[in-house]
């Protein structure tokens, strides 16, 4: 099989990254590609977007990723209305990676918003250390007053697993 991301360390070289839903859903998110090849949704002259030496697969990451984001929004919003269960129900989403392929979707920008802004939802999610091209998305995450940023380094990621429950089971509670 392909060697690819989402945390695969195989043997060889990498050739790229898939989208994987918590529930198992995979599809494959970018692939190493020479420019001149694209998937078949974008034949036609559609962009090709492109970090690095990858060639990002937008339609293939939306059909896997924005279903998710959609059920999540709209069962929030049940409990937010009452509708739900027990409209003081908080739901945990994880968004594992809100970087530079994912941020190609337009989509995916505006369902990532549309989830920071539910009220009964805590999000743990990964951004990309700061820097001068930063997306603005990026950003506006890194400073809203309600989220916390935890630096995770090859040096500190075992020791914040502890951190990083004991603030979620706090913030899932509350």
Request: glycine residues 8%; positive net charge; proline residues 5%.
């Amino acid at each position: 099989g392909q060697r690819s991301g989402r945390g695969s360390r195989g043997r060889g070289p990498r050739v790229g990254f898939d989208v994987v839903t918590l529930d198992g859903q995979r599809g494959p998110l970018a692939r190493v590609g020479s420019g001149a090849e694209r998937p078949p949704h974008e034949k036609g002259g559609a962009a090709c977007h492109r970090v690095g030496k990858y060639q990002v697969d937008v339609n293939s990451f939306e059909q896997i990723a924005l279903p998710t984001l959609q059920i999540k929004a709209k069962l929030s919003s049940q409990v937010q209305t009452g509708s739900g269960a027990n409209s003081e129900t908080k739901q945990l989403f994880v968004v594992d990676e809100i970087a530079d392929m994912q941020l190609f979707s337009r989509d995916f920008v505006e369902a990532v918003k549309a989830l920071f802004h539910c009220p009964n939802v805590v999000v743990l999610a990964a951004i990309p250390i700061a820097s001068q091209k930063s997306h603005w998305l990026v950003e506006e995450l890194r400073h809203r007053p309600d989220c916390r940023l935890f630096e995770v380094s090859e040096k500190n990621r075992d020791d914040l697993v502890k951190e990083v429950t004991d603030f979620l089971l706090i913030n899932i509670s509350s």
